[in-house]
């Protein structure tokens, strides 16, 4: 969401209480301060996580506290499942393997951990990737696959109650 | 028809053919649950009893004890055989009502169980057995051989050792559509897991853990590489949907990647990895899968655990003991008293 800031104090949680007022979950703020829109106030790019009911009362909100929302790019990745890697993962370079599931467009690795023994042993990793239909997570999720068999890793995915439960 | 007539009044006669854990195992049960079955009014009685040497024979019921005790001095359970085929010479000679079938599993041939059940069949006997080497790759012509000759073909030792599924599936959720199956189906692969992530040993330590206890066998592949899940899922499908799976159907990977670290890593994310069987109409898979820890699929240990997931019932899961010799003798057991009160049904009244 991009909204537009009076440049005086206090604006920004004027702007961000609302999201978490709605159980939102605040990713990020970039704050340019040497932006300034033509009407002089500053941009401010928030992403946040937040169910689809209440995006509304999240922007009513924030517009009742004299924020300006000049632009909502609802990007509805509320699909998830998660997926672990076996292999050598570092080696056969990690960004390339989440690359390959951002490209899809329409669903994004949105968190992972790694963990690393040592340089001689296999590596593993643990990432949640979100999409914005069930359609595209399994698209996701068949790249991810084959991008996996490639590179000589071994997926782990969880079973089906688990999905749902996430 | 004319035999199962003729029959009315005398005992329930069985044969045993394999004489090794499974089978002692259910001479045990047969002696620990004489008394039981007296009061249940169930004469069962083991006319003849074959190992991969020696045939014994006992037209009035061999003394089950004796045959333990020869077996375990000599290594042989009776009478050496030439023609190294006892259950032939059973089938031939000895007149009974059931063959119990508990030779050792081959999973690409499915012998020598396949014949000795198909001529079981062709001879009028009903048939219980523990081994899934027939299944794997001749379910349809097994079932329908049994159909044809109005007899019954009882495998719920197959899968799971003493987990009841088989005949859940058959019986209890008769009526039901299955839409999924999933479980944990090898006691040997989710006692390596448990031990890895337990105690973060790697692979080879919990292997070698388990083949200590007798837990693994010295050549472990069949169970780590997901083969023996993978066949018991063969056979669950089978048996849900009717179809004819074969082993070739199923896509599977084993446990030998799997690494403490890994275990550790989804651990922190509040899960466990399984060696998971699922099954659906069209789809087999057995590999390692992320289960909540809080699932009932995480189960831990030896232990076997299958959730079967319904139309009308909806989710109905089981666990248990999925292999030992007693546990699956009980199995085995309970087929046989299943088919027993069948026949008496038959014969009319049981009286
Ligand atoms: N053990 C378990 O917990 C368990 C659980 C579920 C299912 N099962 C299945 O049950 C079956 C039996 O298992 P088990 O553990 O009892 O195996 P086992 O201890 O190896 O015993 C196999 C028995 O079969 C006999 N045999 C081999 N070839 C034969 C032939 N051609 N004719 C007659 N007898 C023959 C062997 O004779 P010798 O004694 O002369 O070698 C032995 O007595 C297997 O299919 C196994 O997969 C076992």
Redesign the interface.
């Known amino acids: 969401m991009d909204i537009e800031l009076k440049d005086t104090p206090g604006q920004l949680l004027l702007a961000l209480q609302p999201i978490s007022e709605m159980g939102g979950n605040i990713q990020s703020v970039v704050h340019c301060h040497d932006k300034r829109t033509p009407r002089g106030t500053v941009p401010i790019h928030v992403v946040f996580e937040v169910a689809k009911e209440g995006l509304m009362e999240i922007i009513r909100r924030i517009k009742a506290n004299g924020v300006i929302v000049a632009r909502v790019d609802e990007r509805r990745l509320h699909e998830q499942t998660?997926?672990?890697l076996?292999?050598h993962i570092v080696h056969t370079d990690i960004s390339e393997t989440i690359d390959a599931v951002d490209s899809t467009g329409h669903s994004e690795i949105v968190d992972l951990?790694l963990?690393m023994?040592d340089v001689k042993?296999?590596?593993?990793?643990?990432m949640v990737i979100a999409a914005d239909s069930e359609d595209s997570l399994a698209l996701a999720l068949n790249v991810l696959r084959a991008t996996a068999e490639d590179k000589g890793l071994?997926v782990?995915?969880?079973?089906?109650?688990?999905a749902i439960?996430m | 028809m004319n035999e199962i007539e003729e029959l009315s009044g005398l005992s329930f006669r069985i044969s045993i053919i394999g004489f090794g854990a499974v089978g002692q195992g259910l001479a045990k049960v047969l002696l620990s649950k004489r008394e039981t079955l007296q009061r249940m009014g169930i004469d069962i009685r083991v006319v003849a009893i074959a190992d991969s040497v020696s045939l014994l024979k006992g037209s009035e019921g061999i003394d089950l004890e004796k045959a333990l005790q020869a077996k375990e001095v000599s290594g042989r359970v009776g009478e050496e055989i030439d023609t190294g085929d006892g259950a032939r010479e059973v089938l031939e000679s000895v007149e009974h009502d059931l063959m119990v079938e508990a030779t050792p599993t081959d999973i690409r041939s499915g012998e020598p169980a396949l014949t000795h059940i198909l001529r079981a069949l062709a001879s009028g006997k009903h048939v219980v057995t523990s081994n899934k080497g027939p299944f794997i790759h001749n379910h349809a012509t097994l079932i329908e051989t049994a159909r044809k000759n109005d007899l019954m073909l009882r495998y719920e030792a197959t899968v799971g050792g003493a987990m009841p599924i088989i005949n859940l599936i058959q019986e209890n959720l008769a009526g039901n559509t299955i839409e999924?199956i999933?479980g944990v189906l090898n006691g040997t692969c989710n006692y390596i897991l448990t031990r890895m992530a337990d105690e973060r040993l790697d692979y080879q330590h919990a292997l070698l853990e388990a083949q200590e206890l007798g837990i693994a066998e010295a050549d472990p592949s069949y169970d780590v590489m997901g083969i023996d899940s993978a066949s018991k899922l063969v056979i669950l499908a089978n048996t849900a949907y009717e179809n004819d799976a074969t082993f070739d159907d199923v896509k599977i990977?084993g446990i030998t990647?799997?690494?403490p670290?890994?275990l550790?890593?989804?651990e922190?994310?509040g899960?466990t990895?399984r060696l998971?069987g699922?099954a659906t109409r069209d789809r087999l898979v057995v590999?390692?899968?992320?289960?909540?820890k809080r699932?009932p699929?995480a189960i831990r240990g030896t232990l076997n655990i299958a959730t079967i997931h319904t139309d009308l019932s909806k989710t109905i899961t089981v666990s248990g003991a999925g292999a030992g010799s007693i546990e699956t003798a009980s199995a085995i057991l309970s087929d046989i008293i299943h088919i027993y009160k069948r026949h008496e049904i038959k014969k009319g009244g049981g009286d």
């Open positions: 998660f997926v672990m076996i292999g951990t963990s023994p042993r296999v590596s593993s990793a643990f071994l782990i995915e969880p079973i089906k109650d688990d439960w | 999924r999933e990977t990647e799997i690494t670290e890994a550790e890593l989804a922190k994310n899960y990895i998971i699922e590999a390692p899968k992320l289960v909540s699932h699929l």
